[in-house]
């Protein structure tokens, strides 16, 4: 029996191996290849939340089944499925041309079906994406899962999908959006690690379900949703609640997430990450309920800011050691203030202690791409992290770690950077959707970037990023984080980075 929703993920384009990019630094730092392979955790609360409801779900990641063999061919694939409705995530920008690319597949093979776009990207765009003759459907705001199960309800019976929630779709040649009433605060959603196994097993097929296909089966990064929103605001990011039009963050139960974290650590011997800083919303409640749990390695979570000793004894005090993520962004502590994080070099590197101190680990991102940040100030920040590695590692061998990129391939659309470039210090390359189709499918990075700065071109961003990521990975592997085999593969992406012709950005 077909199921009644095929949720596709795409890579960055379907003919990448013709296009061959130059495009690996772009990933370098957020566990991916260049075709961000990830797909989005609301695939897997949709399985769970449409299956609750009696609906049967698919997820196919097009992008590591495309990576991991080169004789594979999506338009075959497709061919021979028979869903009631296709769904195609574009959460991410990066993924603008291959979610289109899929969706006119979709529609050349299957005329009947229809195909709903949803995801970050495609709310922000939902005008643009309704107006393509591949688009049917775009599933609007952070959460959608009562709203999908309401629309394919509709359509198996053809019923009208006039009263579905946060759904733009087209009347004859009418464009119509409904209201964007579903946002709800409290999630009533699970990340369910087992089911999505059961799931790769009915449809034997492991590649198409697996989360990421990076490095995997030795090493994969498991994560599961703390929250939808942000209190924060930080200069690129479009997961803010201004950007995403929330009034209040949307959260879940501390209880059910203890336990969710618990059981996927039972699954899989990987890491489990929890994005977004857990202090915006009852961070006493959900150590407690890990505390009593009784996690079995560790979990690695954000800090957002300093979080300072007494918290961090609370976190320790779930047993495992603490894996924590801090984001300075620049050792200059203005520039880090004008991104959005306001905190001193003083509070981070107590905080490093503090972790260190009590068996943890921490890993510091920094940040290329800071208005008024310059070749000189990245390289200053290169060298800030060299010595905290060096004076830590000698203390606390293999515990600190440190990386940095720019915030690549494109800043998000509905940031601040995005919405206001010029009064926030930016320059964009591109508004639409289109021309951000146009810019990924460039096979030099250097002309892919949707920005530049008010101190650097998009040409300067790239080479200082090759010179700065390279620098860093001589100091990770002098301080023994870094294997040779491993430090080789990373000066091959910065190598490939530099290959690329240098145009002149500046006009």
């Avoid at 004789?71 to 769904?87: K, T």
């Avoid at 791409?369 to 060096?390: D, F, H, K, N, W």
């Avoid at 085999?485 to 530099?498: D, I, L, Y």
Wanted: net charge neutral.
């Amino acid at each position: 029996m077909s199921p009644h929703l095929i949720l596709l993920h795409p890579p960055t384009s379907l003919d990448w191996r013709e296009l061959q990019p130059r495009h690996d630094i772009a990933s370098a730092t957020v566990a991916t290849s260049p075709l961000f392979e990830y797909y989005p955790l609301g695939f897997l609360s949709l399985l769970e939340y449409l299956g609750r409801h009696g609906l049967d779900v698919r997820i196919i990641n097009i992008a590591v089944k495309s990576a991991k063999s080169p004789r594979f061919d999506p338009r075959r694939l497709i061919r021979g499925l028979r869903p009631l409705v296709f769904g195609i995530d574009l959460h991410w920008l990066v993924h603008a041309d291959g979610a289109l690319e899929l969706a006119r597949i979709c529609k050349e093979e299957h005329p009947e079906i229809p195909t709903v776009l949803g995801g970050m990207t495609a709310s922000y765009y939902h005008r643009e994406l309704i107006s393509s003759p591949y688009v049917d459907y775009v599933m609007r705001g952070d959460s959608t899962e009562q709203p999908m199960v309401d629309l394919v309800q509709a359509l198996e019976p053809g019923r009208p999908v006039g009263e579905v929630a946060n759904l733009t779709w087209k009347r004859a040649d009418e464009v119509v959006v409904n209201s964007l009433s579903y946002q709800p605060e409290a999630l009533d959603i699970r990340i369910d690690y087992g089911k999505l196994l059961k799931h790769m097993l009915r449809y034997r097929d492991l590649r198409g379900g697996l989360l990421t296909g990076f490095q995997w089966p030795s090493y994969a990064f498991n994560m599961t949703l703390f929250c939808r929103g942000c209190l924060m605001n930080c200069l690129t990011c479009g997961g803010s609640n201004r950007a995403l039009g929330r009034a209040r963050l949307g959260v879940r139960d501390p209880e059910v997430l203890a336990e969710e974290i618990v059981a996927m650590q039972k699954l899989t011997p990987f890491p489990v990450g929890v994005p977004g800083d857990i202090r915006q919303h009852e961070p006493d409640r959900l150590i407690e309920a890990l505390r009593r749990r009784k996690p079995t390695r560790p979990l690695s979570f954000e800090l957002f800011g300093p979080a300072g000793d007494e918290f961090l004894e609370k976190m320790a005090s779930i047993g495992p050691p603490l894996d924590l993520h801090l984001s300075p962004e620049s050792h200059d502590e203005e520039l880090r203030a004008r991104f959005g994080r306001c905190y001193t070099n003083a509070q981070l590197e107590a905080d490093v202690e503090s972790i260190l101190g009590r068996g943890g680990k921490a890993f510091l991102f920094f940040l290329i791409g800071i208005p008024g940040q310059t070749r000189e100030s990245v390289m200053a920040s290169v060298a800030y992290a060299e010595g905290l590695l060096e004076k830590y590692n000698e203390r606390y061998p293999g515990k600190l770690d440190a990386n940095i990129s720019p915030p690549l391939p494109f800043i998000d659309p509905g940031s601040l950077a995005f919405e206001h470039p010029e009064r926030t210090g930016y320059r964009l390359f591109a508004r639409t959707l289109e021309e951000h189709r146009r810019l990924i499918r460039e096979p030099d990075l250097r002309n892919v970037l949707n920005f530049e700065t008010e101190s650097m071109f998009r040409a300067e961003i790239v080479d200082v990023a090759a010179d700065a990521m390279e620098q860093m990975i001589g100091a990770r592997e002098r301080c023994g984080l870094l294997k040779r085999k491993w430090a080789e593969k990373e000066r091959a992406k910065v190598r490939q980075a530099r290959e690329g012709e240098v145009r002149d950005n500046s006009v």
